[in-house]
């Protein structure tokens, strides 16, 4: 692939503990801001973006774990960072952070 860089896209299409334990995580979390948003804040989840939204996530980053691709999928949780950031400062207005943003 990139002969002299140690870079080995082989490696990437593996599991190994971290990688399954951040997916187990990313899950976990996915799932619990389901239960806890319909509980506590329904009337800020849509259906597209917020159930299968989360839905289609859960499949997919179980799928690719259990297709030995953990290390590869793991690495797209940085992609999720805005997300976090902007939800945060939609549940908890004194937390926004518009400027972040443009």
Same mark, same amino acid.
């Given at each position: 692939a990139f002969p002299g860089l140690g870079f080995n896209e082989k490696k990437l299409l593996?599991?190994?503990?971290a990688a399954e334990?951040?997916?187990?995580f990313f899950v976990w979390y996915l799932i619990c801001d389901c239960v806890v948003g319909f509980f506590f804040y329904s009337n800020m989840i849509g259906f597209?973006? #917020?159930w299968i939204h989360h839905t289609f +996530?859960? #499949?997919y980053y179980l799928y690719?774990? +259990?297709a030995g691709?953990?290390?590869?999928?793991?690495?797209?949780?940085a992609?999720?960072?805005?997300?976090?950031i902007l939800g945060l400062g939609h549940v908890f207005p004194r937390l926004r952070a518009d400027r972040l943003f443009g």
């Amino acid at each position: 692939a990139f002969p002299g860089l140690g870079f080995n896209e082989k490696k990437l299409l593996q599991n190994d503990e971290a990688a399954e334990m951040s997916i187990c995580f990313f899950v976990w979390y996915l799932i619990c801001d389901c239960v806890v948003g319909f509980f506590f804040y329904s009337n800020m989840i849509g259906f597209l973006e #917020g159930w299968i939204h989360h839905t289609f +996530y859960i #499949g997919y980053y179980l799928y690719v774990m +259990y297709a030995g691709c953990g290390i590869a999928a793991s690495i797209t949780f940085a992609i999720e960072t805005p997300q976090i950031i902007l939800g945060l400062g939609h549940v908890f207005p004194r937390l926004r952070a518009d400027r972040l943003f443009g």
